[in-house]
């Protein structure tokens, strides 16, 4: 099919013929490249679900932990008397 969009070539790995086993039982019919091209929304989709999870789970532990250290006043100006210009 005519594109004007840039075009990759992936090799079948072992891992990747494993995929698009499987992707062929989710989307019967569908090309072997479109196989691909849906394995890679999918992968993408579940990697910013990650990302997201983990910026979640950072944020959770940050606001447990807000308030909880008691530190000397003056405590982060002395600290960054110490930092190099």
Same mark, same amino acid.
């Given at each position: 099919? #005519? ?12 891992? =990747?013929? #494993?995929? =698009? %086993?499987?992707? &062929? ?6 090309? +072997?490249?479109? =196989?691909?091209?849906? =394995?890679?929304?999918?992968?993408? &989709?579940?990697? #910013? #679900?990650?990302?997201?999870? +983990?910026?979640?789970?950072r944020r959770k532990v940050l606001e447990e932990t807000r308030g909880k250290f008691n530190y000397p006043p003056n405590y982060l /100006? /002395?600290?960054?008397? %110490?930092?190099? %210009?």
């Amino acid at each position: 099919m #005519a594109t004007t969009l840039p075009r990759i070539q992936v090799t079948q790995t072992p891992e =990747l013929a #494993a995929g =698009l %086993e499987l992707a &062929e039982k989710e989307w019967p019919g569908a090309s +072997r490249s479109e =196989l691909v091209a849906r =394995l890679a929304v999918a992968g993408s &989709e579940t990697l #910013a #679900a990650k990302r997201a999870a +983990r910026r979640s789970e950072r944020r959770k532990v940050l606001e447990e932990t807000r308030g909880k250290f008691n530190y000397p006043p003056n405590y982060l /100006d /002395d600290l960054r008397k %110490e930092w190099p %210009e």
